[in-house]
């Protein structure tokens, strides 16, 4: 997203509305648009590619990130996506995350990704893994059991994330040998039947993230260019990218028009524009998607990203709405309404500043809306976060603007009957 960051570290996630319906079906808003702090059958060949990928089935992509290291702490499981129906509403997963390093795609976890073993129990198919010389277990044997009992859902390998963006700085310079090792890896036999494709989520190119990349404005579209010709049309190419939708922003730092051609869709990351790292507020909804009187900074909100991307000739079909399945807050807070002071970052289970959903959903309920998302006042504290109500809201925005549906982080924020995966669903029709 915009600076700070936009998934849970991983070292510490082990542990780890008015309703503007009417506002929105106009597709009138607009708005100013700077930047925050705070993702194959085995041996087939790749197609040649001489022409930009198509999009796959425009509208209606419902895409949720998984995380690996959501098997420890969080006890957050492949089988989770079944029993809370959430799988059945699915199109897409995201598996989070490979290691971007030495200017290759690496694994991120060997243990959870492929070494983990399930009992009959605890697996998707309610049959064991087994210790035979080969056999692969892990997420990765959960997710080939998941899409066999869904086949519609595509699985792609999401590398980089906040914490290890710091590596597309050295892909960059050797763009063809990185899509190379990224091929190599996710079409490793043991696992190839397990991915559909490859996302990137570079934070940020060209700008600053948790390190600075001085690689230059051209270096998102050369790996994707790369990536495409090497994974082929059969595969697919996505990117979560930034939502800095202001004047001299992110957005504008990168290609990312450039690169549009050869993704099937990018994910704008339009979650985390306001959080606690500013300790003493003011208090501002994470995830505006309309501005509002007061925000904090101009142009850090949904639509805003959304019409700077548009403008640069990206087509809507292939942009989707980031949505957040947690809650970002501040303690101290005297003042209900968006704009009060604060003395520091609210607790958290994980991590200060930061909640699931399925957590404050009854902790603190929402008692408010501003900019199309909701906000809770509860004692001291002020959280702010999307509820079925907001997300169905923010469903209309995306198909009013014919984007190509909805993704979002992560599963397992979301409540055990994926209540917000089904607002996504139903909101999108």
Same mark, same amino acid.
């Given at each position: ?14 542990? +780890? ?38 999009? +796959? ?43 971007? +390093?030495?200017? /290759? ?39 080939? /059991? ?35 090792? !990224? ?8 696992? $190839? ?14 700008? !600053? ?48 028009? #450039? ?18 790292? $500013? ?52 303690? #101290? ?14 607790? #958290? ?8 959903? /399925? ?16 906000? $809770?006042? !509860? ?18 925005? $995306? ?25 996504? /669903?139903?909101?999108?029709?």
């Amino acid at each position: 997203m915009l600076g700070f960051r936009t998934r849970w570290r991983k070292v510490l996630a082990y542990g +780890t509305a008015a309703v503007i319906a009417p506002v929105l079906a106009s597709g009138a808003l607009t708005g100013p648009a700077s930047a925050k702090i705070p993702a194959h059958s085995p041996g087939r060949a790749p197609a040649a590619v001489s022409a930009p990928a198509s999009p +796959t089935a425009v509208g209606g992509k419902v895409l949720g990130y998984f995380t690996e290291w959501g098997v420890y702490g969080r006890n957050y499981h492949v089988k989770n996506l079944v029993t809370s129906g959430s799988a059945a509403k699915l199109t897409h997963i995201n598996y989070a995350f490979g290691n971007v +390093t030495g200017g /290759k795609c690496a694994i991120g976890d060997a243990y959870a990704d492929y070494d983990k073993f399930y009992d009959a129990a605890s697996s998707v198919d309610g049959t064991s893994d087994t210790w035979d010389n080969g056999a692969l277990r892990g997420n990765f044997n959960q997710l080939r /059991k998941l899409k066999k009992k869904y086949p519609n859902i595509k699985v792609l390998w999401s590398f980089g994330g906040w914490t290890w963006s710091g590596g597309f700085g050295e892909a960059a310079r050797n763009p063809a040998a990185f899509a190379d090792s !990224c091929y190599k890896l996710v079409e490793d036999p043991r696992w $190839a039947d397990v991915f559909d494709g490859i996302d990137i989520d570079w934070e940020y190119p060209n700008a !600053c993230g948790l390190s600075c990349d001085t690689s230059g404005s051209a270096s998102i579209k050369n790996l994707l260019k790369a990536l495409r010709g090497r994974f082929g049309s059969g595969n697919l190419v996505t990117a979560a990218i930034t939502a800095d939708g202001t004047s001299g922003g992110k957005i504008d730092k990168a290609d990312y028009a #450039g690169g549009a051609q050869y993704v099937n869709w990018y994910n704008p990351m339009t979650y985390d524009y306001f959080g606690a790292w $500013a300790a003493n507020g003011p208090t501002a909804p994470h995830s505006p998607l309309t501005s509002y009187s007061g925000i904090p900074t101009p142009g850090f909100y949904s639509d805003a990203a959304i019409q700077k991307l548009k403008s640069k000739g990206i087509p809507a079909s292939k942009l989707l709405l980031g949505i957040g399945f947690y809650g970002r807050g501040w303690t #101290g807070v005297s003042q209900k309404a968006p704009g009060g002071t604060a003395s520091g970052p609210a607790a #958290g289970t994980y991590e200060q500043g930061i909640e699931d959903y /399925k957590v404050l959903k009854s902790k603190c309920p929402s008692n408010g809306t501003v900019a199309g998302t909701a906000y $809770a006042h !509860c004692g001291n504290n002020w959280w702010s976060y999307d509820t079925p109500a907001t997300i169905r809201s923010k469903m209309s925005y $995306a198909k009013s603007q014919g984007l190509g549906g909805a993704f979002f982080w992560e599963f397992s924020g979301d409540t055990s009957n994926g209540e917000l995966i089904g607002a996504i /669903k139903s909101g999108l029709g």
